[in-house]
């Protein structure tokens, strides 16, 4: 959401004629510029080959803030794409277009959170990705002012043993990637939570999970919530529905 601060006069000597600023608030915004690059690639990556629809997310000149993106444009990238891909162009638009914002830490295990992370989660100073992949599970969402703030962990080992392998119904354990991490985190915990969602603590960011991954076109599997929030086991078509805020309209 872009405001407008006009700024008519400062106290003192200088002489300052009435100039019109854009202030950005709200959206998708790195704790850092690094994170802010990373959060871009993955985003990109979620459209792996899409040339078409990785290309319509960009940073800001800051390099901190994804770049707000135009309906129409949206429209345009996605036309034709299957129901599943549209949906998860549609939700990082809303996320980006938002007036709250969503900022996300993207770290790896052996460097240290960003400061902002540090506070919001109570941590001890200096504390590394490591402890957010050991006791978080590779990431972790949690209110911040009138938004959310994420960590996300780029080389997480945790294994997430909720996961239906569809042709057997047996179930096993994965690795999150970076992409659905954020995806999880960001999208279904941080935006459900701003957006009062009953169920973004659970529901929401399985549903978010297994959306990225059949939108990488993976079909033959799912995560079941069992070993996650409330660890109330989702069926199949519950794990493979889609938050109704992120349905594209």
């Known amino acids: ?28 915004i790195g704790v850092s510029k690094v994170s802010g690059m990373r959060v871009l690639n993955e985003i990109q990556n979620t459209f792996f080959n ?31 794409f299957s129901r599943d891909i549209q949906c998860m162009a549609y939700a990082y638009y809303l996320a980006i277009n938002g007036t709250e914002a969503h900022y996300v830490d993207m770290t790896f295990t ?23 992949d050991d006791n978080y599970g590779g990431g972790v969402n949690t209110s911040y002012g009138t938004g959310t703030i ?17 042709p057997t119904g047996v179930d096993y354990p994965r690795h999150s990637t970076p992409a659905e991490l954020l995806a999880h985190e960001m999208l279904g915990h941080g935006y459900g939570r701003v957006k009062r969602s009953s169920t973004y603590g659970h529901a ?46």
């Open 50 to 80: 899409h040339s078409q629809i990785k290309e319509i997310f960009e940073l800001e000149s800051n390099g901190l803030r994804i770049k707000p993106i135009q309906k129409k444009v949206l429209d345009s990238a996605i036309r034709g």
């Open 150 to 166: 994420s960590v996300v962990v780029l080389d997480s080992t945790a294994d997430i043993g909720d996961y239906t392998y569809s």
């Open 204 to 249: 929401d960011a399985v549903q978010m999970s297994n959306l990225y991954w059949r939108t990488r076109g993976y079909t033959n599997f799912y995560r079941n919530g069992s070993w996650h929030g409330t660890q109330v086991r989702l069926s199949n078509s519950q794990a493979n529905s889609i938050p109704n805020h992120f349905i594209y309209r």
């Open 1 to 28: 959401m872009e405001r407008r601060l006009i700024i008519s006069e400062i106290e003192g000597d200088t002489r300052f004629n009435s100039v019109t600023l854009q202030v950005s608030t709200g959206g998708i």
């Open 110 to 132: 052996y460097e240290t959170l960003n400061k902002l992370s540090i506070s919001e989660l109570g941590l001890q100073a200096r504390t590394k990705g490591k402890y957010a």
